[in-house]
């Protein structure tokens, strides 16, 4: 998930750019084929495990959570950490629809009229409200009134997607009314007020590609005028010294004046997704969008030249830094690893050979970071500034080529999610045998009594306890993406020549792109 927020955690020291070894690209990069010689499952079979274990994961949410927001699968409980509208039920429809779980799809579209979005008691989040619960039902209402209108036994159910967006949007639109249009993102819905005087760049960045289809699916430009107005203060960023490099920028915002209050930043949490749907927009709409798909050049060509950076104890590796001013910063996060898979989309709707091979090798860093752990799961944080290796960790680094910041695995998706790009660009199967092992490193240390659970530690065998939660995106991404790079062939695929019909949204949500 392009995907927010802090992260960055602890007392980072600071190193100058010049520190960052000469950006020369590994050559693997266009490896053959290496199938295994074994007698692993075809590529279907292994589908339909990916399908089991979507359904273990619904019937332990269904039994003991809904309509609550997610499972605890340890306890057999819930909470509603996202407004307790059904979340993890929204969040789940996409994928049970591309999975062609019937079942699934009309219990999900038999809740959703019933949902009543202008109600809750905890306060609203403008982005993560947009992807997960606006994503979602969009997603369905152009799978359901297109190529899988089948799998619906209610055709009123398809309608109220609309409607209820409808309804959502109309709900959360006044977070746009301040002085900029730059939208506040925490929202009280009960007095109508909002929190915060400042913004981020991956909140405010992040809106563009929901309300847009919303505003194309339903005929109100407004949806469209609004988050326009507030993407405009990102693609032209002030003051000039908020922009450190062209293309890349700071991260908070004032929603007063729409000026940048600083010049960190990155691929990282909290920018992330601005920079995805740069390219993204394209993919939706190449001439309405191309400004996007200009910025998204420059943030490329600047992250190659100025942040690549290879690891002292094994510089054959490509990770990209973050960077304070023009300061780099030797950290990355399992949430940055989306970048390999969006260098890759942006090379093949480009025509680029350039991006998709710097994509690829990005692909293959994130993969170290899987298979060098104890669980084969990746870290949320990792770094390899040689000058600031935590205790304990010096082989670690010798061997692996960055070390743990934070051990924890939350049910992300982002580095299966580049494995499929890559997939798909590539054709290369070697990306579908990496997907296989991680889904089966995921499915046995994350399982747990009624489903699927964050976990503590990747570097401890059997991953070092369980936090109790079961994310709603572990529906929406982690599974759909373990999926559709084993899955066969379909119109919301990812295409090999750069013409999609259906672009993702940040939380893996499949739209179908303008026009088609
Ligand atoms: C269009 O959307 C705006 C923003 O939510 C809303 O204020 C307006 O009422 C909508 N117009 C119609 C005709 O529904
Ligand atoms: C609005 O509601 C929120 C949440 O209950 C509260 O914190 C805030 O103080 C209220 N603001 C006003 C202006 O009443
Ligand atoms: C945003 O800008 C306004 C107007 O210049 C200023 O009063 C306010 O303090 C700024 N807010 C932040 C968080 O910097
Ligand atoms: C890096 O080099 C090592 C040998 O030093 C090799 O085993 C490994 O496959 C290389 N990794 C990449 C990503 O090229
Ligand atoms: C995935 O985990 C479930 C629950 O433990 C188990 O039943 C299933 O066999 C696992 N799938 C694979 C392919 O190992």
């Not at 010049?18 to 050559?27: E, G, M, Q, R, V």
């Not at 590609?209 to 507030?230: C, F, H, M, P, Q």
Request: aromatic share 12%; proline share 5%.
């Amino acid at each position: 998930m392009g995907r927010l927020r802090n992260v960055l955690v602890g007392a980072l020291p600071l190193l100058p750019a010049t520190f960052a070894l000469p950006s020369t690209l590994p050559n693997n990069l266009r490896a053959p084929n290496n199938r295994r010689q074994d007698d692993s499952p075809s590529a279907d079979e292994r589908a339909q495990a990916v399908i089991n274990t979507f359904r273990i994961s619904w019937d332990g949410y269904y039994k003991y959570a809904f309509p609550h927001d997610e499972l605890h699968p340890v306890s057999n409980s819930f909470s509603d950490s996202r407004n307790a509208w059904g979340a993890s039920a929204v969040d789940a429809l996409s994928t049970a629809l591309v999975m062609g779980q019937k079942d699934i799809v009309n219990q999900i579209l038999d809740y959703i009229p019933k949902i009543d979005y202008s109600k809750t008691d905890t306060t609203v989040s403008l982005f993560e409200t947009t992807i997960r619960y606006l994503g979602g039902m969009i997603s369905g209402y152009d799978f359901l009134n297109g190529p899988l209108a089948d799998l619906a036994e209610n055709k009123a159910n398809v309608d109220a997607l609309l409607k209820q967006s409808i309804a959502l949007a109309n709900t959360l639109s006044y977070a746009f009314e301040t002085p900029s249009g730059v939208p506040y993102n925490n929202l009280h819905f009960a007095n109508r007020t909002s929190d915060g005087s400042a913004n981020g760049l991956a909140t405010v960045g992040t809106l563009i590609l929901e309300w847009v289809r919303l505003a194309d699916l339903s005929g109100n430009k407004t949806y469209a005028s609004i988050v326009e107005k507030a993407e405009s203060y990102l693609l032209d960023p002030k003051p000039a010294s908020s922009e450190p490099w062209p293309g890349l920028v700071g991260t908070d915002i004032n929603v007063t004046t729409g000026e940048f209050l600083d010049a960190s930043g990155g691929w990282v949490g909290g920018d992330d997704s601005f920079y995805e749907y740069l390219i993204k927009m394209f993919v939706y709409d190449s001439s309405r969008y191309s400004a996007l798909k200009d910025r998204w050049i420059l943030a490329a060509d600047s992250t190659i030249e100025h942040l690549t950076s290879h690891p002292q104890s094994r510089p054959n590796l490509t990770f990209v830094a973050a960077y304070e001013g023009q300061t780099l910063r030797l950290i990355s996060q399992h949430l940055a690893c989306f970048d390999g898979g969006n260098f890759i989309l942006g090379g093949q709707v480009l025509g680029k050979q350039a991006y998709i091979d710097y994509g690829l090798a990005l692909v293959d860093g994130c993969h170290e970071t899987y298979i060098q752990t104890a669980t084969g799961i990746g870290p949320e944080v990792f770094g390899w500034d040689p000058n600031n290796i935590p205790n304990g960790q010096t082989e670690f680094f010798q061997k692996a080529g960055f070390y743990i910041s934070n051990g924890n695995y939350q049910l992300r998706p982002e580095v299966i999610e580049s494995w499929y790009y890559a997939f798909r660009a590539t054709g290369d199967t070697k990306y579908q045998d990496w997907a296989w092992d991680a889904y089966l490193a995921i499915n046995s240390t994350t399982h747990v009594g009624s489903g699927y659970s964050s976990i503590e530690d990747v570097n401890v065998k059997g991953g070092g306890g369980f936090n109790d939660f079961q994310e709603s995106f572990w529906f929406a991404e982690v599974l759909k993406y373990s999926y559709l790079i084993q899955a066969p062939d379909a119109e919301w695929q990812i295409s090999k020549d750069g013409k999609n019909k259906w672009v993702f949204n940040t939380e893996a949500h499949p739209f179908k792109v303008a026009g088609s």
